[in-house]
Nanobody
């Protein structure tokens, strides 16, 4: 089993940066697909970014492409989401997820493990 814990959220101003971390315990991320999703008030959970540890493939939602970067530190068993040039529309609870049988990286229902979430608030 895998336990995921997110951290790094906070309150920032538009244009600022944050780096979210997702630390895993129980197993390594080897041969997993890891992803970041977010959920704003009144909206459904939406895909942000994903990374396949098997193939190295990385995928981003169009709205964050060029601003966000997903990466992994295998030694620390931690996934990161570097978020630059943050905008108020990025405000949401961000969740880290992992799965072994992912065929559609942007589908939340294909992921098996989820963290508790970390709040990101971007002011004007």
């Amino acid at each position: 089993q895998v336990q995921l814990v997110e951290s790094g959220g906070g309150l920032v101003r538009a244009g600022d940066s944050l780096r979210l971390s997702c630390a895993a315990s129980g197993r390594t991320f080897s041969r997993y697909v890891v992803g970041w999703f977010r959920q704003a008030p009144g909206k459904e959970r939406e895909f942000v970014a994903s990374l396949s540890t098997f193939t190295g493939e990385i995928l981003y939602e169009d709205s964050v492409k060029g601003r966000f970067t997903i990466s992994i530190d295998n030694a620390l068993n931690t996934v990161y989401l570097q978020m630059n040039t943050l905008k108020p529309v990025d405000t949401a609870v961000y969740y880290c997820a992992a799965g072994q049988s992912i065929t559609h990286f942007n589908r939340a229902d294909e992921y098996d493990y989820w963290g508790q979430g970390t709040q990101v608030t971007v002011s004007f």
